[in-house]
C-alpha cells in the first residue's frame, strides 16, 4: 500500500501567488515525522520543513508552512509568494519509528514538479 | 544542520566491478539511510544503515549486493557490487536525527 501519496504530478503558478502542494499519508504508528524536501534541476536534495506527530502547532520556514491535519492524515506544504527559483521538484517523506529511533525509516512520495511562471 | 559529503560524485564502471561510495557527515547523527533515484522518479530506500550492525535492507535489496557499512556515527559506505546497466542510477546518502534529515550531493554511477 502506498504509504506517502502526492496526487499532482505537476504544476504551474503565476509569479508571487501562493501555492499549496498535497501530500496525505498512512500509518498507524502514533508516533511519525513529516518532511519536504525540494528538489532543483541541480538534483541536490534541499531539506525545507518537518512535522512531528505530536506537534500542536503546523511548522513555518520563512515562507514555508506546513498544514498539518492529523486526522485527514495531510500534510500539505503552502509557499507563499512563490519565486521563480521555486520551480523544481518538491517531495513529501515520512518518518515511522516503530516505537524506538533506531527503526525509524523515511519513505518519500512520487514527488510534485511545480513550475513558476513569470 | 548537518553538512553532508560523498565520494565519488560520479563513476562510470564496467559490467562485473564493485563501486563503493563513502558517506561523511560533520557531526554525529543518529540516522543513516542509502537511497537510489532513477532519472525523473522518487527515492527508493536501499537500507537503514546501522551503527556497528548489519543494516536493514529494503524489499527488493540484499547485502550481497549492496554491502553496507557503518563504523561510527558520521561515516557509511555503500558498495554496489557485480555492476549491471540497471544499476546505473544515482546514489543517495542521508543522514540526521529525528527531525531533521539531510542529504549528500548524491553519487552519479553508469555502468557500461
Known amino acids: 500500500a502506498q504509504k506517502i501519496t502526492q496526487t499532482q504530478p505537476g504544476m504551474f503558478v503565476q509569479e508571487k501567488e501562493a501555492v499549496t502542494l498535497d501530500c496525505t499519508y498512512d500509518?498507524?504508528?502514533?508516533?511519525?515525522?513529516l518532511f519536504w524536501y525540494k528538489q532543483p534541476s541541480s538534483g541536490e536534495m534541499i531539506f525545507l520543513i518537518y512535522?512531528?506527530?505530536?506537534?500542536?502547532q503546523n511548522a513555518t520556514e520563512g515562507r514555508y508552512s506546513l498544514n498539518f491535519q492529523k486526522a485527514r492524515k495531510s500534510a500539505n506544504l503552502v509557499i507563499s509568494a512563490s519565486q521563480l527559483g521555486d520551480s523544481a521538484m518538491y517531495f513529501c517523506?515520512?518518518?515511522?519509528?516503530?516505537?524506538?529511533?533506531?527503526?525509524?525509516?523515511?519513505?518519500f512520495g512520487s514527488g510534485t514538479r511545480l513550475s513558476i511562471r513569470p | 544542520s548537518a553538512v553532508i559529503s560523498q565520494k565519488p560524485s560520479r563513476d562510470i564502471c564496467q559490467r562485473g566491478t564493485s563501486l563503493t561510495i563513502q558517506c561523511q557527515v560533520d557531526?554525529?547523527?543518529?540516522?543513516m539511510f542509502w537511497y537510489r533515484q532513477q532519472p525523473g522518479q522518487s527515492l527508493t530506500l536501499i537500507a537503514t544503515?546501522?551503527?556497528?550492525?548489519?543494516?536493514?535492507?529494503e524489499s527488493g535489496f540484499v547485502i550481497d549486493k549492496f554491502p553496507i557499512s557503518r563504523p561510527n556515527l558520521t561515516f557509511s559506505t555503500l558498495t554496489v557490487s557485480n555492476l549491471s546497466p540497471e544499476d546505473s542510477s544515482i546514489y543517495l546518502c542521508?543522514?540526521?536525527?529525528?527531525?531533521?534529515?539531510?542529504f549528500g550531493p548524491g553519487t552519479r554511477l553508469t555502468v557500461l
Open positions: 557531526s554525529q547523527v543518529t540516522m
Open positions: 542521508q543522514g540526521g536525527n529525528l527531525d531533521t534529515q539531510y
Open positions: 544503515a546501522n551503527q556497528g550492525s548489519e543494516a536493514t535492507y
Open positions: 512535522q512531528g506527530s505530536y506537534d500542536q
Open positions: 500509518t498507524s504508528d502514533p508516533s511519525y515525522g
Open positions: 517523506a515520512m518518518r515511522e519509528d516503530a516505537g524506538y529511533s533506531s527503526a525509524s525509516k523515511i519513505i
